[in-house]
Nanobody, 125 residues
Framework: VQLQASGGGLAQAGGSLRLSCAAS????????VGWFRQAPGKGREFVAA????????YYANSVKGRFSASRDNAKKYVYLQMNSLKPEDTAVYYC???????????????????WGQGTQVTVSS
């Protein structure tokens, strides 16, 4: 599976952006897709994940209620709708995929075998 993230950019605090993750290769509908982010000088952290077969979603507490993950299995796209953006959401955002990850590991980047390149999100105050 190859992944390509897009949709990043500059937004004002309180604004919105939608990130897209396009997949190619593999039977995508069997995967879990996670979103991670890395701010300057910090480690990569879990943001959200979606199980493509069921649309079950999982969110970090810091984005719960503001971010929403969704998918279009037919088009092999996963989206991350980001609303009520805050300056602390500024980071490079990555999408990642795993066919075998278990629920208890869904927030762990080591559980994802496939990664897209990052897309920069900058939120100004």
């Amino acid at each position: 599976v190859q992944l390509q993230a897009s949709g990043g950019g500059l937004a004002q605090a309180g604004g919105s952006l939608r990130l897209s993750c396009a997949a190619s290769g593999g039977t995508f509908s069997n995967y879990v897709v996670g979103w991670f982010r890395q701010a300057p000088g910090k480690g990569r952290e879990f943001v959200a994940a979606i199980r493509l077969s069921s649309s079950n979603t999982y969110y970090a507490n810091s984005v719960k209620g503001r971010f929403s993950a969704s998918r279009d299995n037919a088009k092999k796209y996963v989206y991350l709708q980001m609303n009520s953006l805050k300056p602390e959401d500024t980071a490079v955002y990555y999408c990642a995929a795993s066919r075998t990850i278990i629920l208890s590991s869904i927030t762990n980047e080591d559980g994802y075998a496939y990664w897209g390149q990052g897309t920069q999100v900058t939120v100004s105050s």
